[in-house]
């Protein structure tokens, strides 16, 4: 079966960083896209950055500049490194992946950001 399983997320004070990571139980090799999304409290689940299988990326503008999303094919690993972290980053972070014909989602890491 498939399954992504994120992790990284943690307590951190603004202006810090955090590295997310993402791991699939598949070959993301050709996947259509990988991304992460977002969701914090009372609010709807939003992307934060996308990476296709062509190489093009797609940021949210609050975190363009600072936050870069990569992958790392062989490992079959997806990351969202986040720097310059703000309290308005705080929310649930999910791993996304279209591949093998549907959607996936991981259970999702909390950040949350705060002094």
């Known amino acids: 079966q498939v399954r992504l399983v994120e992790s990284g997320g943690g307590l951190v004070q603004p202006g810090g960083s955090l590295r997310l990571s993402c791991v699939t139980s598949v070959s993301i090799f050709s996947a259509v896209r990988m991304g992460w999304y977002r969701q914090a409290p009372g609010k709807q689940r939003e992307v934060v950055a996308v990476?296709?299988?062509?190489?093009?990326?797609n940021y949210a503008g609050s975190v363009k500049g600072r936050f870069t999303i990569s992958r790392d094919n062989a490992k079959n690993m997806v990351y969202l490194q986040m720097n310059s972290l703000k309290p308005e980053d705080t929310a649930v972070y999910y791993c996304?992946?279209?591949?093998?014909?549907?959607?996936?989602w991981g259970q999702g890491t909390q950040v949350t950001v705060s002094s």
């Open positions: 990476i296709t299988s062509g190489g093009s990326i």
């Open positions: 996304y992946g279209y591949l093998l014909l549907r959607d996936y």
